[in-house]
């Protein structure tokens, strides 16, 4: 099965277990909460260009 295969519930809870991991590795954290409402905030809002 593949990740786009999965409900967006499923893939949002896959990609903020990653994004929680990966803070780990770098000395950071977040709770999911926070996640969620950066998330929400920053919807629409980086520039393509910024990548």
């Known amino acids: 099965m593949n990740f786009t295969d999965l409900s967006n519930k499923e893939q949002e809870k896959i990609m903020i277990s ?20 950066a998330i929400k905030k920053g919807e629409n809002t980086i520039e393509e260009k910024f990548f």
């Open 18 to 37: 990653e994004i929680i991991r990966n803070l780990k590795k770098l000395g950071g954290y977040a709770t999911k909460r926070e996640l969620l409402d």
